[in-house]
């Protein structure tokens, strides 16, 4: 059962739209993850959270704000979407361990801003 | 500049027949992780690695944090092995994690 969950899969919208990605964990992790996925850049960080109600910026946070509502959801806002942020986005979660945070994937949504 | 740098970005290879991907670190590193993500998107974990080596079935992977790289090796290659590969490194003193840019490998039968 699929412990990292994404919603939705795909959304269109147009330029200065309002949209919300959700993820849903169910490893008990304490960090969330918001990560988007360009050709040529890799996956790249745009928010993070170590708990609910905690949120730590990320390498490229303009245009997103993000909210940790309990340990297991956590939300991706854009408020004035651009069609600069048409792009993949994934979710992760992970927990402190061995130094580091093994990271868990969801899906994916792929978000087209028109 | 790039903080993780993958090697190479392209490849193609024979099924049967085996190879090596590398991601050198600019970054102090405390722990790497690989990843394949199919064509489905889907980015599934292949390894979590403090410094050293864990092999599970045809891959292999190494971690060599004084010397700043890793290795993922693939031996036997198989056409469902076909996808784009990730490392990704913990940065030391932070609790982010650092991706590669990802080597895309094409298995041809």
């Known amino acids: 059962e699929a412990a990292v969950t994404q919603s939705p899969r795909n959304k269109v919208t147009v330029t200065g739209g309002n949209v919300t990605l959700s993820c849903r964990q169910t490893?008990?992790?304490?960090?969330m993850y918001w990560y988007r996925q360009d050709t040529g850049h890799g996956l790249r960080l745009i928010h993070y959270?170590?708990?609910?109600?905690?949120?730590q910026i990320g390498d490229v946070p303009d245009g997103y704000k993000a909210t940790r509502t309990t340990q297991e959801d956590f939300f991706l806002l854009l408020e004035l979407a651009s069609p600069s942020q048409t792009s993949l986005y994934f979710c992760?979660?992970?927990?402190?361990?061995?130094?580091?945070?093994?990271?868990?994937f969801g899906p994916g949504t792929r978000l087209t801003v028109l | 500049g790039d903080k993780v740098k993958q090697s190479p970005s392209a490849l193609s290879l024979q099924e049967g027949t085996n190879s090596a991907l590398r991601c050198n670190f600019s970054?102090?590193?405390?722990?790497v992780q690989w990843f394949l993500q199919n064509p489905r998107g889907s980015l599934i974990n292949l390894f979590y690695?403090?410094?050293g080596t864990k092999e599970n079935g045809r891959l292999k992977s190494a971690f060599d944090s004084k010397e700043s790289y890793s290795t993922l090796h693939i031996r036997d290659a198989q056409l469902e092995d076909s996808g784009t590969y990730f490392c990704?490194?913990?940065?030391?003193?932070?609790?982010?994690?650092?991706f590669g840019t990802g080597t895309r490998l094409q298995v041809l039968p």
């Open positions: 970054i102090a590193a405390t722990t």
């Open positions: 992760a979660s992970s927990d402190a361990g061995l130094g580091g945070h093994e990271q868990y």
């Open positions: 690695l403090v410094p």
């Open positions: 990704a490194a913990d940065r030391a003193n932070t609790n982010k994690v650092v």
């Open positions: 490893n008990s992790h304490n960090y």
């Open positions: 959270s170590y708990g609910a109600g905690n949120l």
